[in-house]
Structure formats: structure tokens, C-alpha cells
């Protein structure tokens, strides 16, 4: 099935996989190639910046490293089920260059994003748009300005890589869609190959080997993927 230009099949899958396309309804956030960039653009915020103070306002972060992180597992799991569920539904998928795809860093959650121009790709470029274009440059980013390990974000895209994997899966289930959910967990497996995801999820359990740092906010547990069984520092 060809692209659409509004994508609107995504909208049955819910609200982290829903793209806008066209301009705006109000103003022109920046572009992610700008929240990716060592600083602000000309004469204007740092989006990034912006992102992780409002996550840190909205869930009361002790610290904005913790915030970073959660900011960052918000954005990866927007840009992997966004990704994969048009190569899973259309079986193409939109280039989704950083300078193409505009983000409001004040929205709420999921994170707002807005893709100026619909133009499909095959679904072997999947890896080359989400964790080259977008995954590798924001970890390099956050890592330059937070004290955050490279493990931990990968951590991060892994688990959101892998939620997506199962929210397509249970959808697939109810509207009797396998091959949507085959195709998901095969283009799935073949992104975890590469070795900045390979190691992240515990293949027995599916659980993460890194801690997002969620039970760190005031009124935080673990999540369901978590690498410890009670938050760290409590009896």
C-alpha cells in the first residue's frame, strides 16, 4: 500500500504512532536537525534545552539528567513507532530527515511532531532513519551536556523499540492483522542486530540491562522492562 499523504492509517494505532504532516497549526517549531545541534539556533531557544526543563517541570525530576533520559526515551519511542508502524501498515516508509520533521519541545506527551513533506522509502532504510538519523546524533547530543552513558540511551531506544513491537502486536491481534505483526517483529529483530541495540533487552526475559532513571522521581517505581527488581536504595 502507497504512502498517504495525511499517513492516516497510523491514527488506529494510538497516539505514539500518529504523525502530523504539513505545516503547523501554530507558528513553525523547530525541526529535530535543530534539537540535534551542538547549540541553539540563531536567535532562538535551545529546543532540547526547552524539552528536558519541561519534563523536568511536568514529573518533578530531581535532577535534568534524569529528566534528559525520560525526555529522550519519550522521543525515541515517537520516531521508532512512527517508523516501524508505516513499514509494518504501508510497507514503505516517510523519509523522516531530522530537517524535514519539526518537534514542539513545549508540547505535551506523546511528543508533538509535524513531517513537512511525505516522501516514502523502502523499508531496508528503516535503521538508516531512526538510529543514524535521529537515535545517534540526539544520544551524542545529550551525552555532550548531560552525564548520561551512551548504555542508558541505548537502553532507552531499546525498550521504546521494543514497545512499539508490542503495541503493534496487540493491535494486530484484535483486528486479525498477522502480517502486520510478523512484519513488525521481523524488521524488529533485524534493528536489534546492530550492535548499539544488540545488547540492550535481555533476550530470555526482554527486560532492559540499563535503568532509565524513572524510579528516581519523586513518585517513581521501576518499569516493567527494568533491570531491577526494587528501586535502587529502598528495602
Given at each position: 500500500?502507497?504512502l498517504?499523504?495525511?499517513?492516516?492509517a497510523?491514527g488506529?494505532l494510538?497516539?505514539?504512532?500518529?504523525?502530523?504532516?504539513?505545516a503547523?497549526?501554530?507558528?513553525?517549531?523547530?525541526?529535530?536537525?535543530?534539537a540535534?545541534?551542538?547549540?541553539?539556533?540563531?536567535?532562538?531557544?535551545?529546543?532540547l534545552?526547552?524539552?528536558?526543563?519541561?519534563?523536568?517541570?511536568t514529573l518533578?525530576?530531581?535532577e535534568?539528567r534524569?529528566a534528559?533520559?525520560?525526555?529522550?526515551?519519550g522521543l525515541?519511542?515517537?520516531?521508532?513507532s512512527v517508523?516501524?508502524?508505516c513499514?509494518?501498515l504501508?510497507?514503505?516508509?516517510?523519509?523522516?530527515?531530522?530537517r524535514?520533521l519539526?518537534?514542539?519541545?513545549?508540547?505535551?506527551?506523546?511528543?508533538?511532531?509535524?513531517?513537512?513533506?511525505?516522501?516514502?522509502?523502502?523499508?531496508?532504510s528503516?535503521?538508516?532513519?531512526?538510529?543514524?538519523?535521529?537515535?545517534?546524533?540526539?544520544?551524542?547530543?545529550?551525552?555532550?551536556r548531560h552525564?548520561?552513558?551512551?548504555?542508558l540511551l541505548w537502553?532507552?531506544?531499546?525498550?521504546?523499540?521494543?514497545?512499539?513491537?508490542?503495541?503493534?502486536?496487540?493491535?494486530?491481534?484484535?483486528?486479525?492483522?498477522?502480517?502486520?505483526a510478523?512484519?513488525a517483529r521481523?524488521?524488529?529483530?533485524?534493528?536489534?542486530a546492530?550492535p548499539?541495540l544488540?545488547g540492550t533487552?535481555?533476550p530470555?526475559?526482554?527486560?532492559?540491562?540499563?535503568c532509565?532513571?524513572?524510579y528516581?522521581?519523586?513518585?517513581?517505581?521501576l518499569?516493567?522492562?527494568?533491570?531491577?527488581?526494587?528501586?535502587?536504595?529502598?528495602e
Amino acid at each position: 500500500m502507497d504512502l498517504d499523504p495525511d499517513l492516516s492509517a497510523l491514527g488506529a494505532l494510538g497516539g505514539f504512532f500518529v504523525l502530523r504532516t504539513g505545516a503547523p497549526a501554530r507558528g513553525a517549531p523547530p525541526t529535530l536537525a535543530q534539537a540535534y545541534a551542538s547549540g541553539p539556533p540563531e536567535g532562538g531557544a535551545d529546543p532540547l534545552a526547552v524539552r528536558i526543563r519541561k519534563v523536568a517541570r511536568t514529573l518533578r525530576a530531581p535532577e535534568l539528567r534524569v529528566a534528559a533520559s525520560l525526555a529522550h526515551q519519550g522521543l525515541a519511542a515517537r520516531l521508532w513507532s512512527v517508523a516501524l508502524g508505516c513499514a509494518a501498515l504501508y510497507g514503505r516508509l516517510p523519509d523522516l530527515d531530522p530537517r524535514l520533521l519539526r518537534w514542539d519541545p513545549e508540547g505535551s506527551m506523546p511528543d508533538d511532531l509535524w513531517l513537512s513533506d511525505v516522501r516514502p522509502l523502502p523499508v531496508a532504510s528503516l535503521d538508516t532513519v531512526v538510529r543514524e538519523g535521529h537515535l545517534a546524533p540526539l544520544t551524542a547530543a545529550l551525552g555532550a551536556r548531560h552525564r548520561i552513558s551512551p548504555g542508558l540511551l541505548w537502553g532507552n531506544a531499546g525498550s521504546a523499540l521494543a514497545g512499539s513491537v508490542r503495541t503493534l502486536d496487540r493491535w494486530a491481534r484484535k483486528y486479525g492483522r498477522a502480517d502486520v505483526a510478523e512484519r513488525a517483529r521481523s524488521l524488529a529483530a533485524a534493528l536489534f542486530a546492530h550492535p548499539d541495540l544488540s545488547g540492550t533487552l535481555d533476550p530470555a526475559t526482554g527486560r532492559r540491562r540499563s535503568c532509565c532513571l524513572h524510579y528516581r522521581l519523586p513518585a517513581g517505581g521501576l518499569c516493567g522492562d527494568c533491570c531491577f527488581d526494587r528501586p535502587p536504595g529502598r528495602e
